[in-house]
């Protein structure tokens, strides 16, 4: 459906259906949205086809960027907040059913997970507990606790001055503030704020700070903003020493990055249809349908 999350969670009920494994999806309109916090008894995976979703819960923010998934359990309390016409899909677990994570993680989406989750979508989710539909959710049950986990976690905690400090950068990302300034705006001294974001997150207040910048880095350039309009929301004096260290943080560059997630995506998109491990033909279906 083309719309809200609102409106998705107004027709969409995962709780009130009684499956173990449910799917849905949602395009978002010309504009950022957010669902402000809720909960419900199913587990929870967010993925997004299109743009970039950040989910908060109590612990911490999770960057959900395409090819990527961001696991909640069931009964996390949760936020979520949409880049402009975004496309997402989710798919509900009970918490039950398979041994699934029982902290948040995100989680590197294969092709294959992508596309069942995908046709799960579109079929009723009342479906036959022994039909086709019930097959494809074990398989992605199976697919669910195998997926490796992704860096793109922020550590932040119910500390009112830390919550203060992470609210403020997060509507600003290009507030420049050295740790003395931030200090003395959460009106502490300079030691305890450093000590206090170790103890609390366990990294530097610097890297902290930078792990903030590649989050909201990573949502815009998934939205398809520039490299050199994403060094200047984030306060980058030059596109250089944006990029200097989105590498020291990721390894690579943000198009390197890119590039390389789009091509192993592929590779492993066609070694999954081919089925015995060797290169998909080259007229290979792209879709499961």
């Known amino acids: 459906m083309r719309g809200t999350l609102?409106?998705?969670y107004r027709y969409f009920n995962p709780d009130s259906l009684d499956r173990p494994i449910v799917?849905?999806?949602?395009?978002?309109q010309e504009k950022e949205d957010e669902l402000?916090?809720?909960?419900?008894?199913?587990?929870?995976l967010v993925l997004a086809q299109r743009g970039g979703v950040t989910c908060e819960v109590p612990s911490g923010l999770w960057m959900v960027p395409p090819r990527c998934g961001v696991w909640i359990p069931g009964g996390m309390p949760h936020s979520n907040r949409v880049t402009a016409n975004a496309s997402l899909l989710f798919l509900y677990v009970d918490m039950e059913a398979a041994n699934v994570p029982q902290e948040c993680c995100t989680l590197s989406i294969t092709p294959l997970m992508h596309e069942l989750i995908y046709r799960m979508a579109t079929l009723p989710p009342l479906y036959n507990p022994q039909g086709?539909?019930?097959?494809?959710?074990m398989v992605l049950l199976n697919e669910l606790i195998?997926?490796?986990?992704?860096?793109?976690?922020?550590?932040?905690?119910?500390?009112?001055?830390?919550r203060f400090i992470a609210d403020?950068?997060?509507?600003?990302p290009a507030d420049r503030r050295t740790v003395a300034e931030w200090a003395e705006a959460a009106a502490l001294g300079e030691r305890t704020l450093m000590r206090l974001?170790?103890?609390e997150t366990g990294m530097t207040f610097s890297r902290w700070?930078?792990?903030?910048?590649?989050?909201?880095?990573i949502q815009k350039l998934s939205a398809g903003e520039t490299v050199q309009s994403v060094s200047g929301a984030l306060g980058y004096e030059s596109v250089s020493a944006f990029i200097t260290m989105f590498k020291k943080a990721l390894g690579k560059s943000p198009a390197r990055y890119f590039s390389e997630r789009e091509a192993d995506q592929t590779l492993h998109l066609r070694v999954d249809l081919a089925g015995d491990g060797l290169p998909a033909p080259p007229d290979a279906p792209g879709r499961l349908t």
């Open 6 to 8: 609102h409106q998705h």
């Open 23 to 28: 799917a849905g999806m949602v395009d978002t």
């Open 36 to 44: 402000p916090v809720h909960t419900h008894r199913k587990g929870q």
């Open 132 to 137: 086709p539909t019930a097959q494809i959710a």
């Open 146 to 162: 195998a997926m490796p986990t992704e860096r793109l976690h922020l550590p932040i905690t119910r500390h009112s001055k830390l």
């Open 168 to 172: 403020s950068l997060m509507d600003n």
């Open 197 to 199: 974001v170790v103890t």
């Open 209 to 217: 700070r930078q792990q903030l910048q590649i989050i909201v880095a």
